[in-house]
Nanobody, 124 residues
Framework: QVQLVESGGGLVQAGGSLRLSCAASGRTFSSYAMGWFRQAPGKEREFVAVQGWGGLWTYYADSVKGRFLISRDNAENTVYLRMNSLKPEDTAVYYC?????????????????WGQGTQVTVSS
């Protein structure tokens, strides 16, 4: 069992930056692929980014590529999402998720554990 707790959300002006953190319990954190998803009001949950078990590979949604950076600290059992050049359309609840394995990392169904989410609001 893995528990995930996100933090770092808040209100920021367009063009600003935020760094989200996701702290994980458990001693096998390094064996999980860790992803970030977001859900805006009235919209479906969408994939944002994922990083593999050893941090050797990452994928980003086209909408955030070049602006967001996912990273992880396996010693601290934490995954981060650095968000730069934020836009109002980035406003959403952001969730981190852990995947034991699979191949479709852009799909939420590939993930086994989820955090409770943290709100990010970008004002224009």
């Amino acid at each position: 069992q893995v528990q995930l707790v996100e933090s770092g959300g808040g209100l920021v002006q367009a063009g600003g930056s935020l760094r989200l953190s996701c702290a994980a319990s458990g001693r096998t954190f390094s064996s999980y692929a860790m992803g970030w998803f977001r859900q805006a009001p009235g919209k479906e949950r969408e994939f944002v980014a994922v990083q593999g078990w050893g941090g050797l590979w990452t994928y980003y949604a086209d909408s955030v590529k070049g602006r967001f950076l996912i990273s992880r600290d396996n010693a601290e059992n934490t995954v981060y999402l650095r968000m730069n050049s934020l836009k109002p359309e980035d406003t959403a609840v952001y969730y981190c998720a852990a995947s034991v394995g699979g191949s479709t990392y852009s799909s939420g169904s590939n993930y086994d554990y989820w955090g409770q989410g943290t709100q990010v609001t970008v004002s224009s």
